[in-house]
């Protein structure tokens, strides 16, 4: 890797918390418009699972010991794809995209090696306006896989809330153990006949979720007193006052029954209620499912998109 003069790299630890998060905040305003990582987040990605910061992440420094790019890979399974982030002050660091994305594939190819894997496949998120990053991907190898966009409807013309479909019933999850199972289950079956499904135990998620949860902004439907759909929410846009659907799923056998849609509007209410100013998702574009209609449905309107662009590298050594 080549570095301009007086430039150096080096591990990082939980003490550069403050110093990535500024770097990452540089970069996502660039990408976004405005920060989408907290210090939190920083913290749980150099403490996840399967990832260990003295061989899977980099930082990069300039002649003063500012630290003006961070590498990482993330995968907290330690199964299927990886997903490597190089994160950059845009207008000090940008040429060091490229140098430190080759860095980590090389890692990536021990960890296919080290997991006796023939390979990995490794993902990578590009924004609109993150052009450069796109070309270095591209001739690093890496072709597009799917588009993701991002959809927001403000609160404050929300209208009120209908009654759902007859024999649906919506209300917050009940946060014991046999509902959290159920709930998990209904995520899990969901997303079983989307392409990049990577099940998770009900353990692991349990332990991820962990118990600081604002469960009131969590919801289940019922269909003739049969669970049916569960919605999770975020707090991952709090600082933009913005309520966030991490996840909404409906079995198959009660979809087309307005399930999806009770539980978006139940839960914009709820947000509403909490004074947040919008509501907001993610869309995979390759869900078989088509759920772009449902949420235009309730108000949900396009704000920018991300495509995931892909490579497998073979382990090293082969």
Known sequence: MTLPAGWTTRRPTLDDVPAILAVVHAADTFAIGHPDFDAE?????????????????????????????????????????????????????????APLLARQLDRVAERAAERRLPALTVRCAVFAPEREWA?????????????????????????????PPPGVTVRPVRPDEAELREFHRIHDVAFGDTPDHEPLSYERWRARIGDATAWDEWFVAEVDGVLAGALQSSDQALDQQQGWVKRL??????????????????????????????????????????????????????????????????????
């Open 249 to 318: 799923s409906v079995l198959p056998a009660y979809r087309r029954r307005g399930v999806g849609a009770a539980l978006l509007r139940r839960a914009f209410a709820r947000y509403a209620q909490k004074g947040r100013e919008s509501a907001g998702l993610g869309v995979d574009l390759t869900n078989p499912t088509t759920p772009l209609s449902l949420y235009e449905s309730v108000g949900l309107r396009e704000t920018l998109w991300t495509d995931m662009y892909e490579r497998v590298v073979p382990a090293a050594g082969v």
């Open 41 to 97: 987040d920083v913290e749980q990605s150099l403490t996840a699972p399967s990832f260990d910061p003295t061989r899977d992440s980099w930082l990069a420094l300039d002649p003063d010991g500012t630290v003006v790019a961070w590498a990482t890979v993330d995968n907290p399974t330690g199964v299927g794809r990886e997903f490597v982030e190089v994160y950059v002050d845009p207008e000090r660091a940008a040429t060091l995209r």
């Open 135 to 163: 070309r270095d991907l591209r001739a690093a190898g890496f072709t597009v896989a799917k588009r993701y966009v991002r959809m927001r409807r403000p609160l404050a013309d929300l209208p009120t809330e209908p009654s």
